[in-house]
């Protein structure tokens, strides 16, 4: 285990046990008596709590079903159980990652797991669903759409854009409203790629030199080089920018976090101005999310005005990101083909469609049907 991986783990344990803690059902003593034990016992956690005694397996199983949002299912009723469903499954694969098939509605299948955090047994039980499938003659694609890698700081790109005096925001009701209209100079943010719209063609090069600047930026495109990466599309910017491999770009344009407008802290993917990654989160600083969810949602069933302000402005909670080409190929997306012959070597994003179009329309190279 690597020690990236293994702090990754630690990290993902303490979250689980603020949310046994969150539940009722840990103290933070009970929770750092565990942690400790962990190197001895080599016990997950939830796994840990339940051998000492401290919760049962049903409370382990409803809080991991509730901190992973994944249904928990009780299977003490042989009623519960589509028994054609369940022979999908081969016994020994079953006993051996504690796993059974309950229920299919329409083309999905249910899935019951004993560890919803094993990776072995998802990966075995894809392993046989695409055996089965290729004995019906299927061709099979595995695709990953982005290239995950870890980033360790954010650049706020709108902020420099502003304390430069080239983004404009007005005020409305208390807080900070960016002005497109007024801004000189302004970035829509997009993960590890930032677009920045200029207004005036003779101030490019200033702004260009600010962006280039800025800490946690690898570099800025404009022009010939726009086109080169083939992102000279009528609706992009004139410059873009390209955050470094462990960095990213929020689309942050207030000063203080007082005056940041009412949707920063909900999830809104229409007015914000490029994407927001820590809508992943809900906010550390709120002591009982799911009373104050509840709570909101209870004041919109009652017709009352309501904003789920859950999000969180901390911009450190992001630890991956995408959207540059990866510095190792390995660490990009990946296409995987059932086809021998469909792939050869690494591909071009702009491939893909016409990759997928051939499995589907039986012109895979290498096929006779």
């Known amino acids: 285990m ?22 009722g059902l840990l103290t933070e003593a009970q929770i750092q008596q565990a942690l400790d034990a962990q190197p001895k016992h080599k016990l997950r956690l939830g796994e840990l709590a339940v051998s000492l ?60 797991m004993a560890d919803p955090l094993d990776v072995r047994a998802i990966d075995a039980i894809c392993g046989r669903l695409i055996e089965r499938l290729r004995a019906r003659g299927r061709r099979i694609i595995v695709l990953s759409e982005y290239g995950l890698t870890k980033v360790t700081r954010p650049v706020h790109i709108n902020r420099a854009l502003r304390e430069a005096g080239w983004l404009a925001v007005r005020e ?56 080169a990466h083939g992102l000279n599309h009528e609706r992009s910017g004139e410059l873009i920018a390209i955050a470094a491999s462990d960095a990213w770009f929020t689309y942050y344009y207030w000063l203080d976090d007082s005056r940041a407008p009412d949707f920063a802290r909900t999830v809104d993917i229409h007015r914000k101005p490029g994407y927001d990654p820590a809508e992943l989160f809900l906010d550390p600083a709120i002591p009982r999310p799911k009373l104050k969810i509840g709570y909101t949602l209870a004041k919109k069933a009652l017709g009352f005005r309501y904003l789920l302000e859950v999000i969180p402005l901390d911009a450190s909670l992001v630890r991956g990101s995408h959207g540059r080409n990866t510095d190792r190929p390995e660490d990009g997306p990946v296409f995987i083909s059932s086809e021998t012959d469909a792939v050869r070597g690494l591909m071009e994003p702009t491939a893909v469609r016409d990759a997928m179009l051939e499995h589907l329309f039986d012109q895979v190279p290498g096929t006779t049907r």
């Open 2 to 23: 690597t020690s990236a991986t293994a702090t990754t783990e630690r990290t993902t344990e303490r979250l689980i046990g603020q949310a046994f803690k969150e539940l």
């Open 53 to 112: 005694g401290m919760m049962s397996e049903t409370d382990l199983a409803r809080a991991l079903g509730e901190f992973f949002n994944v249904p928990h299912a009780e299977l003490t009723d042989s009623d519960d159980l589509d028994l054609q469903v369940v022979e999908l499954l081969p016994e020994a694969l079953a006993r051996r990652y504690g796993v059974i098939l309950t229920k299919k509605e329409g083309e999905a299948v249910t899935l019951a």
């Open 172 to 227: 409305e009701l208390g807080t900070d409203a960016l002005d497109t209209g007024a801004s000189q100079a302004f970035a829509v943010a997009d993960h590890q790629i930032a677009h920045i719209y200029v207004r005036n063609a003779g101030r490019i090069g200033e702004v260009k030199a600010l962006v280039e600047r800025l800490p946690g930026v690898d570099g800025v495109l404009e022009g010939a080089g726009i086109a």
